[in-house]
């Protein structure tokens, strides 16, 4: 899946911020973010809940809550169109066709007065302009193209006749009807048992190959980027703290964050009773943050300058791994 | 009495004497007038003093049934359960005062399992207060060295209410109150599926650490393999309300003998780049509703080595040589 990195990126972010009003104040959620994805990869954020990963990718699609405030110097660039000083029509244009978003409940996604196949139809209705009876032809396709058996027969059928993981394979398949270059999945099988997960994200991974889209694939799982993505990104409090090639990454994790995250996850090679390695401290509060590095109260590495001034993000070698911070671990 | 707990006791086995004991337990649920749903049928196990068993499964297999069975907070349809000799559905309600204390358990959504319009010090307290057993000052003075058992600071925390704590500080809030009545059987109903890893490796760290404090006897229930690996000594995997495998836990990891033990085991996403295994063998990834269950082995619709004796007849939780029990014809 190799894709030389000479091709257009198809989407191109630039220091992306996104401040939401909350009760106490602007909360800057997405800080300074930068992403390049091209054709056919996939691209993985990682981060515990709060830490921005899904506000990041409302801020791609616009779809931030009320009152928020993207700043002028954001730029979001898909197919060298700037998403964001982009009009509502001409975005309404491109969001479902030629970006598609699948979110981590599909039982709050999908109409539950709706039947699935209906649900379907309208996306191809809307975007691609053929008559009802064609797209519904298209809708039980789709529908049979994501696995699920009977097709014909679960078109007429509502959302809440439907298990869990049949629900987001419908998910999956109004996100795929036109076919979109650019899918951002949002926690998609946090909702769903292990065999479903595993069944999802199979198909995620055979319809990405298929069709060559990209894909940004957001989870709090690193098990679930390991083995599906081509790039991942870890994020802690609004920003991007490592950023590598999968590979790399789990080979050798320099950000201490990041490889406190993975130490802490219970492994199935560890012997029963084996203590996990667990991270101090809370995650800053995002409306008072630190003037320094984020993770500093929590790392074990902390010096007086990580405390003092916060580290950018920045190349350490050849192969694109990215890390920001000032005493990185040493490399293997 | 224990003549007839002498098929329980005829497995190989290291373990104590145990502390509860179930034996054929079914529970039904009504759904609508006349239909009617089997959650657990037939369930046996126990669990030896001082001993943590997992219990694991998808959703909707009947593993919090089971739990709640166990500390009465649901009436089995049959079966029976004997907790250190005594048989609950047997007791007066003498008796079961003296026994409830001594079965305690926490919950998954710890946030909703404390009374929001009460302190947290004061919810960590109530059971005493329920039960008579001490006066105020006692109380007060067991609360405060509860919480800072399980690691928070009466101090500052007595006197606050839950919605000013985080996920994992109301795990622990909830761990207090079930552990200040110093139980013997601890039941844990997924008490880390809604935590970050982070917070999750803290938990089960406090969870090993108080277990061995307070000489507790386990019941783990969780959908994370990998979780109950690290926490339990013997695993029994749950379908469809029914046992398919009880095993110790590390050879129930290496060498699985129920198919579907080994599909879940395939499904977890390792954290581990290098291993990228798409799950094969089974290609129906949904579970059949429990209301209607499959005839013969409840496991055949999924079970990629099924053979017509499995659709026929359904197998028995046997013992397996130098091994747990499974319930397969065919064992791997």
């Not at chain 2, 559905?89 to 204390?101: F, G, L, N, V």
């Not at chain 2, 229930?221 to 749950?238: G, T, W």
Request: hydrophobic share 40%.
């Amino acid at each position: 899946m190799m894709i030389c990195s000479d091709t257009q990126p198809i989407l191109e972010v630039n220091d992306l911020r996104a401040l939401l009003p909350t009760r106490r104040g602007m909360v800057n959620a997405v800080d300074n973010i930068s992403l390049r994805l091209h054709p056919g990869r996939t691209l993985g954020i990682v981060g515990e809940s709060g830490c921005g990963k899904s506000m990041l990718a409302r801020a791609i699609m616009g779809l931030l809550p009320a009152r928020s405030i993207v700043p002028s110097e954001s730029i979001v660039n898909f197919k060298g169109h700037s998403l964001i000083s982009m009009k509502k029509a001409r975005l309404r244009k491109i969001i479902g066709r030629e970006i598609a978003m699948i979110f981590q409940d599909p039982m709050t996604s999908l109409n539950p007065v709706m039947k699935v196949g209906q649900q379907i139809a309208e996306v191809i209705c809307f975007h691609l302009k053929v008559s009802r009876k064609n797209a519904h032809k298209r809708a039980v396709e789709l529908l049979d193209l994501v696995g699920i058996p009977m097709a014909e027969q679960r078109a007429n059928q509502y959302p809440h006749q439907l298990s869990g993981g049949l629900r987001q394979r419908v998910a999956i398949a109004i996100a795929l009807a036109c076919e979109p270059k650019l899918l951002i999945a949002d926690e998609p099988t946090t909702a769903l048992d292990v065999t479903v997960q595993a069944a999802i994200l199979d198909l995620l991974a055979a319809l990405q190959e298929e069709k060559q889209m990209a894909m940004i694939l957001i989870t709090h799982d690193l098990g679930v980027v390991a083995g599906r993505t081509d790039e991942t990104a870890v994020m802690y409090a609004g920003k991007i703290v490592e950023q590598a090639d999968t590979k790399e990454l789990f080979h050798q994790m320099r950000m201490p964050y990041t490889h406190a995250l993975m130490m802490a996850i219970p492994r199935l090679a560890n012997r029963p009773h084996t203590k996990l390695q667990t991270i101090n401290g809370q995650p800053p509060d995002m409306v008072d943050l630190p003037p320094g590095c984020r993770f500093a109260s929590r790392c074990w590495k902390a010096q007086p300058l990580c405390i003092e001034n916060e580290p950018s993000l920045k190349r350490i070698n050849g192969q694109g791994h990215k890390i920001a911070c000032w005493y990185p671990l040493e490399s293997i | 009495m224990l003549v007839s707990f002498g098929v329980y006791l005829k497995t190989p086995s290291k373990k104590k004497e145990p502390i509860l004991i179930v034996s054929d337990l079914a529970v039904q649920f009504r759904i609508g007038r006349y239909r009617k749903i089997e959650a657990v049928s037939g369930v046996s196990l126990d669990i030896g003093v001082g001993e943590t068993l997992g219990l694991v499964g998808e959703s909707g297999c009947g593993k919090s049934t089971v739990a709640r069975s166990i500390v009465g907070l649901q009436r089995p349809t049959t079966g029976k359960i004997i907790f250190s000799g005594q048989d609950l559905s047997q007791c007066t309600i003498q008796q079961m005062k003296e026994i409830r204390p001594q079965i305690q358990m926490i919950f998954q959504d710890s946030v909703a399992s404390l009374n929001p319009g009460r302190k947290i010090g004061k919810t960590i307290e109530e059971p005493l207060r329920v039960l008579g057993l001490a006066d105020r000052q006692g109380r007060e003075r067991l609360a405060h060295e509860m919480m800072r058992a399980v690691g928070l600071d009466p101090e500052q925390m007595y006197s606050r209410y839950p919605f000013e704590f985080s996920g994992g500080q109301c795990q622990r809030a909830s761990l207090a109150r079930a552990l200040i009545l110093n139980p013997r059987l601890l039941i844990c109903d997924e008490p880390v599926s809604s935590l970050d890893v982070s917070v999750q490796a803290q938990i089960l760290n406090l969870l090993e650490k108080m277990k061995r404090q307070f000489e507790l006897t386990m019941l783990f229930i969780s959908h994370d393999l990998a979780v109950v690996k690290n926490i339990s000594d013997r695993v029994a995997v749950m379908y469809l309300g029914k046992i398919c495998e009880i095993a110790a836990s590390e050879e129930l990891y290496c060498t699985p003998r129920h198919p579907y033990s080994a599909l879940l085991l395939a499904s977890i996403p390792e954290p581990n780049p290098g291993q990228r295994n798409p799950t094969k063998g089974t290609v129906n990834s949904e579970l059949p509703s429990p209301a209607n269950p499959p005839p013969g082995c409840r496991f055949h619709t999924r079970c990629p080595n099924t053979r017509d004796l499995c659709i026929e007849v359904e197998p028995e939780l046997k013992g397996v040589p130098n091994q747990g029990q499974v319930a397969c014809h065919f064992p791997l």
